[in-house]
């Protein structure tokens, strides 16, 4: 079972600021942005702003489905999801957590970058 810790981990041992061109670059993966990873009913969502999206706009905030995995490749970090793979971008940043708590119903369980 994915964690959210698990992922956080993850995304802090393999992501890199100097990102190369990997085979998912020509794929059209959709990246997000302003992240976070949040545990809903037993299972890990990211929420962020999506780019990269065929069916959404650029920014627009969307919720995953329920992670299945993640991995690394050249500096980036991606998560699947049942149907999906994602590009994790930068995390959402203390500031706007601040700012912009309201948005979480439970920001106890969110994760928190420093």
């Known amino acids: 079972m994915v964690t959210v810790d698990d992922i956080t981990v993850f995304f802090l ?7 190369k061109v990997t085979k998912y670059d020509f794929q059209n993966i959709s990246v997000i942005e302003s992240w976070v ?7 890990v969502i990211i929420k962020g702003r999506i780019h990269n999206h065929e069916k959404y706009p650029q920014g627009v905030k969307i919720n995953t489905s ?17 149907n999906s ?9 203390e500031v706007e957590l601040v700012i912009k708590v309201p ?11 420093k």
């Open 13 to 19: 041992d393999n992501t890199s600021d100097s990102r």
């Open 85 to 93: 793979i994602y590009e994790l971008g930068q995390p959402f940043n």
């Open 66 to 82: 329920s992670v299945t995995g993640y991995f690394s490749e050249r500096g980036r970090v991606y998560v699947t999801t049942k």
């Open 103 to 113: 948005e979480f119903h439970h920001p106890e369980k969110m994760t928190v970058w």
């Open 37 to 43: 990873g949040l545990n809903k009913k037993g299972k």
